[in-house]
């Protein structure tokens, strides 16, 4: 079964660029459509994008201006870049798959998640 | 985009059934039968539980089922069991070709 693991550094400055890696093992990328979700801490999830692994994507609009979404097929990874952050973006990140092929039955599988803090 | 709305908390005793509702908009619950619900306990990922309203995933109980009428959808738990103690979270696919979730909803067996 698919497996997704999600990697980054753990502590971002604020107004430097988040970046976070997602290892998808046990099944190809190809094909699928993958999220991002984030949650901060005793708070409630938060869509944060999709895209597919032919490269397309689309992001909430509250963070569209930030936000940058890529695949690397070759690699098996998924990877998400987050501009001027700030404390508000402190949250634990989730990779999640899609239901089968399309886009519309919601997040199948996740990653465990990684906790990222934006601080000086 | 603005979250569903579920209720803070919901409770229920040993082998009660409950139910957790999820009210949207016509940009979202109302018009897609794609809401879909999440189980999530501490310090753990979200559980995928039931896609397009109303379908579970294999493996998961057949004590939860969905149901959506208007702009609301709902999650009912039947036969309440001490594990179901968790935070349950609805999603929608919206008319904007995005995603939202609901609030949350912290379910107590007591």
């Known amino acids: 079964q698919v497996q997704l693991q999600e990697s980054g550094p753990g502590l971002v400055k604020p107004s430097e660029t988040l970046s976070l890696s997602c290892t998808v093992s046990g099944d190809s990328i190809s094909t699928y459509y993958w999220n991002w979700i984030r949650q901060p801490a005793g708070k409630g999830l938060e869509w944060i994008g999709r895209l597919h692994s032919d490269g397309t994507s689309i992001s909430n609009p509250s963070l569209t201006s930030r936000v940058t979404m890529s695949v690397d097929t070759s690699k098996n990874q998924l990877s998400l870049r987050l501009i001027s952050v700030t404390a508000a973006d402190t949250a634990v990140y989730y990779c999640?798959?899609?239901?089968?092929?399309?886009?519309?039955?919601?997040?199948?599988?996740w990653g465990q998640g990684t906790m990222v803090t934006v601080s000086s | 985009q603005s979250a569903l709305t579920q209720p803070a908390s919901v409770s229920g005793s040993p082998g009660q059934s409950i139910t957790i509702s999820c009210t949207g908009t016509s940009s979202d619950v109302g018009t897609y039968n794609y809401v879909s619900w999440y189980q999530q306990h501490p310090g753990k990922a979200p559980k995928f539980m039931i896609f397009?309203?109303?379908n579970r995933p294999s493996g998961v109980s057949n004590r939860f089922s969905g149901s959506k009428s208007g702009n609301t959808a709902s999650l009912t738990i039947s036969g309440l069991q001490a594990e179901d103690e968790a935070d349950y979270y609805c999603?929608?696919?919206?008319?904007?070709?995005?995603?939202?979730f609901g609030t949350g909803t912290k379910v107590t067996v007591l």
């Open positions: 397009e309203v109303s």
């Open positions: 999640a798959r899609g239901v089968g092929y399309t886009k519309f039955g919601g997040f199948a599988s």
């Open positions: 999603n929608s696919y919206t008319t904007r070709n995005t995603r939202v």
